[in-house]
């Protein structure tokens, strides 16, 4: 097969949802459907059980499932479908933003019941700010919800996307009797059953009387009437709105009962992008290109204390990647081999000898990659960095063993450089702070630092509100505003200038007195 032709079958492309929405069911049933999996059950939650949050311990046992699931290749037809997951647990949500950068497409998975929730938002976020074409996929249908209708209100309210429905639900709950595939003009019966696929329904068109047949005169009389709306409210789906980004197409269903769910990857393969273009500082670079490149989007440590080891998992941008060819790690110009990159298929991870752009390997290190490193082929490219937000919480890290003050330095170091949280240093009085998402990213640090490092931590609380970013083209007052706010200036990880803002008014006020500055709460502007 040529190298287009190569991309031209891959979808990569990740699932989100807010906790228990059925992202993980999902999963398991689009693997089933590619014959990657024979029995429902097969996929290892890496849900943290709620039981566990206070044992850390326990939840990277649990995470280390992750490694085996952290890409899901497998075959559909003529497709090769890369499915890379994300963690479940709301405090490792960083790592859900790198995985994002890696993906083509997205699909989110909402809770028919609860709607759009927290996490959704801001993950749908950082699907826009890179216009990811995503899909919906409203879970949950047999059980009682909310009307489909008002779940599209809120999705286009919350997601700010327009949406699309592209099948309809007929009843919900115990009524629940199937959905009416719009994109395909079919019509599909429920069968509460998590092993079997659904019944279809012959039909020639929505007047078709074997509707009426196959679910009532009543329920055929409300899916036409709200087909008719649809078709008078939502204008018609548009694949190229979609793959701008600026449409959602939304299907219904039950993962738990596969309803649906061979509808949602069959338009899926279909429209959803093959390895798209990818912006490097240098220029765009296209994924038929000949040359190699690719990005470093995660790295998974090991969690043996004796061993250092990580695998990186290197998105492959463009060209043929192959086991044993010498490629450039631009950050330290060296040229690497690589003797035994994996791939994912099927749940398995073996050694690969040539993998294409879209594709995931996996690359065991000892600690030469950082998150965001781009290698290549021969070419000077850098990737363009990986995001990171403005973390939730914030804490100064202090040695607690004065013997051991460069291990913790090394520590702290290398622990950013696989992306565990982020290091900011207060300018003022230079003293290390560490922000991350949740509190057991500080409980990972402290183990990690002791167990791995020998190094001793203590954290003392610090409380702000937001990490900014900060630019203006006036250098005069950019100045201006370092030398009023020196307290509260520190550097990121790679110098540049972040404003610590301890509340949402001071934010406020600094904004409104400093009308030169932009304030940013993602480092990528
Ligand atoms: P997540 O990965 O998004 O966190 O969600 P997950 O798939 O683990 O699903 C969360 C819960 O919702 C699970 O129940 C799952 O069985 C259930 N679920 C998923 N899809 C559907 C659906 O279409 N209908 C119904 N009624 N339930 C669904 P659980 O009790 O938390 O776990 P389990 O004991 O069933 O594994």
């Known amino acids: 097969m040529s190298l287009k032709e190569e991309i031209n079958r891959r979808r990569t492309f990740a699932i989100i949802s807010h906790p228990d929405a059925g992202k993980t069911t999902l999963t398991e049933k689009l693997l089933l459907f590619g014959g990657a999996i024979h029995i429902a059950g097969a996929v290892k939650s890496n849900k943290i059980k709620k039981t566990a949050t206070s044992d850390w311990m326990e939840i990277e046992k649990q995470r280390g499932i992750s490694v085996a699931t952290s890409v ?52 749908m976020e950082v699907c826009r700010m890179r216009n990811t074409p995503v899909i919906i ?166 969690m043996d204390p ?7 998992f290197v998105k492959i941008c463009s060209g043929r990647f192959e086991r044993n060819a010498p490629y450039k790690h631009i950050r330290s110009n060296k040229t690497l081999k690589f003797a035994a990159p994996t791939a994912f298929m099927a749940q398995k991870k073996s050694i690969v000898d040539e993998a294409f752009p879209g594709d995931i390997v996996g690359i065991p290190d000892t600690g030469n990659f950082k998150i965001g490193d781009t290698l290549t082929s021969g070419e000077e490219l850098h990737y363009k960095g990986l995001p990171s937000f403005s973390p939730e919480m914030f804490k100064y ?24 949280a982020q290091l900011f240093v207060n300018q003022f009085n230079g003293r290390k702070i560490i922000g991350t998402v949740g509190q057991l990213q500080f409980e990972v640090i402290q183990y990690r630092l002791e167990h791995e490092y020998g190094a001793q931590c203590r954290w003392e609380p610090l409380s702000l509100y937001k990490a900014c970013w900060i630019e203006s083209d006036d250098a005069e007052a950019l100045a201006a505003f370092k030398k009023r706010k020196f307290q509260f200036m520190a550097a990121d990880r790679d110098g540049r200038d972040v404003f610590l803002a301890d509340s949402p008014y001071v934010l406020q006020m600094a904004q409104n007195d400093f009308p030169k500055i932009r304030f940013h709460f993602s480092s990528e502007f």
């Open 137 to 302: 996929f409203v879970n949950k249908l047999d059980r009682e919800g909310r009307d489909p209708f008002d779940i599209l209100d809120e999705l286009e309210s919350e997601l700010k996307i327009r949406v699309r429905p592209l099948s309809w639900p007929i009843n919900i709950g115990e009524k629940f009797k199937g959905v009416y595939n719009i994109y395909e003009s079919s019509l599909d019966l429920f069968t509460p059953d998590k092993q079997r696929v659904s019944e279809r329904v012959e039909i020639d068109s929505l007047d078709d009387e074997r509707i009426d047949e196959a679910v009532g005169d009543a329920d055929a009389a409300k899916l036409r009437e709200d087909l008719e709306l649809i078709e008078g409210v939502y204008p018609e789906f548009d694949k190229a709105d979609y793959l701008r980004g600026e449409v959602a197409p939304v299907f219904f269903g039950s993962a738990l009962n596969t309803f649906g769910v061979k509808e949602l990857l069959d338009c899926f393969v279909q429209i959803a992008p093959s390895p798209r273009p990818i912006e490097a500082e240098e220029r765009t670079v296209n994924p038929d290109e000949d040359g190699f490149s690719g990005f470093v989007f995660k790295i998974h440590a090991n």
């Open 397 to 420: 890290i202090e040695n607690a063993d004065p013997m051991k003050a460069k291990q913790l330095d090394k520590g702290i170091q290398q622990l950013m450089d696989e992306g565990v």
């Open 72 to 123: 899901m290749g497998f075959n559909y037809g003529d497709y090769k479908i890369n499915i890379l997951d994300t963690p479940g647990h709301q405090d490792f949500a960083e790592d859900t933003y790198r995985t994002l950068t890696a993906v083509d497409s997205v699909i989110i998975v909402v809770d028919v019941a609860k709607g759009v929730e927290r996490q959704t938002r801001k993950l």
């Open 306 to 312: 004796n061993h250092r080891s990580c695998i990186a």
